[in-house]
């Protein structure tokens, strides 16, 4: 399984950008794929969440209101968009998806969330905004 980030840039603060992840090498039918940032000193944060056994979508308290996640349910559910709007300058990092392809078992069943130790990760898509 591979992944693709996209769409990544530089933009003054208020601006926007849309970030694609890519998924290829499989056909999945329960999956979670979740955006993530590496800012300053290292430290990667998780951004929002898509789970498509649901559609469920969860966001970092720092970015809710301003970004929504997405699949293209058109043409490649397995393609995930995070439109980034009302840009700050903390939002400066280094973005990547990932993607649970395992899930967790909790006893009744496996269920499909994003976190830290995700199974496949893309490499990187540079944000930059600038004061």
């Known amino acids: 399984v591979q992944l693709q980030a996209s769409g990544g840039g530089l933009v003054q603060t208020g601006g926007s950008l849309r970030l694609t992840c890519a998924v290829r090498?499989?056909?999945?039918?329960?999956?979670?794929i979740g955006w993530y940032r590496q800012v300053k000193g290292g430290r990667r944060e998780g951004i929002s969440c898509i789970r498509n056994t649901d559609g469920s979508t969860t966001y970092a308290d720092s970015v809710k209101g301003r970004f929504t996640i997405s699949r293209d349910t058109a043409k490649n559910p397995m393609t995930v968009f995070l439109q980034m709007n009302n840009l700050e300058p903390e939002d400066t990092g280094l973005y990547y998806c990932?993607?649970?392809?395992?899930?967790?078992?909790?006893?009744?069943?496996?269920?499909?969330?994003?976190?830290?130790?995700?199974?496949?990760w893309g490499k990187g898509t540079q944000v930059t905004v600038s004061s």
């Open positions: 990932a993607i649970d392809t395992s899930g967790t078992f909790d006893g009744d069943g496996y269920y499909y969330t994003c976190s830290l130790d995700m199974d496949y």
């Open positions: 090498g499989a056909t999945l039918e329960k999956y979670a």
